[in-house]
């Protein structure tokens, strides 16, 4: 079955880059997703990809998506103790039924 | 907002009592789904519908049943609590047909003692 894998701890000095990875096993992923989860909320989409691209950016996120190492990554510029919260990655496929693989999850610390 | 109402927010049973959560959408979108969420594993999908009286099993069905009689409301039952159930419910819901991100409600979380 799909896997999903990510670190579960990364710190950050307040100003620097945050740089989250997931590993996926699924190579007929279509979408590839990352959400934020603040303490005793949801979770929130942040942004998503297509398969067929290589890096999207949004503001003070990068994707960025090596599809033959099956290997995605979130890039946080200029990280704020807002940031604080767990990263989820997750992978789908191509039809409405299929329900979201998400990996573990991986707490961003920022320290001021 | 996407209109995902989840009751109750906090529950506390004893084991072996039956339970009940609720999710509950305004916009009569056809694809939700119930997924736990636990520490160093992440959010695993229970169960999940694409419309009314149409189900399927995640991966971690076991203990759990679902209905679906009207559009708007997804029921999760655990018919005996165990305290391996003690999570952090979530449901879900797909806004668009074909592909597109989940939308999730706020969450129950549920201790059996």
């Known amino acids: 079955g799909e896997d999903v894998e990510q670190s579960l701890f990364l710190s950050v000095r307040e100003g620097d880059s945050s740089v989250i990875n997931c590993t996926y096993t699924?190579?007929?992923?279509?979408?590839l997703y990352w959400y934020k989860q603040e303490p005793g909320a949801g979770l929130q989409l942040l942004t998503y990809?297509?398969?067929?691209?290589d890096m999207k950016q949004d503001q003070r996120l990068t994707v960025l998506l090596n599809k033959k190492d099956k290997h995605l990554s979130l890039r946080i510029a200029d990280t704020q103790t807002g940031d604080s919260a767990i990263y989820f990655c997750?992978?789908?496929?191509?039809?409405?039924?299929?329900?979201?693989?998400f990996g573990s999850g991986t707490r961003l610390q920022v320290q001021p | 907002d996407a209109g995902i109402t989840q009751s109750p927010r906090h529950k506390v049973t004893e084991t072996g009592t039956p339970v009940t959560l609720r999710c509950h959408q305004t916009?009569?979108?056809?694809?939700m789904y119930w997924y736990r969420q636990d520490p160093g594993h992440g959010l695993r999908l229970i169960h999940y519908?694409?419309?009314?009286?149409?189900?399927d099993k995640g991966e971690v069905s076991d203990g759990y049943s679902v209905s679906r009689s009207k559009t708007e409301d997804f029921l999760l039952t655990l018919e005996s609590a165990t305290s391996s159930q003690t999570s952090v419910y979530f449901c879900a819901i797909r806004i668009t047909e074909g592909n597109s991100p989940l939308h999730f409600g706020n969450g129950t979380r549920l201790t059996v003692t």
């Open positions: 699924d190579s007929s992923s279509t979408y």
């Open positions: 916009e009569n979108h056809r694809y």
């Open positions: 990809i297509f398969s067929n691209m």
């Open positions: 519908s694409y419309g009314v009286k149409d189900t």
């Open positions: 997750a992978e789908g496929g191509d039809t409405g039924r299929r329900a979201l693989t």
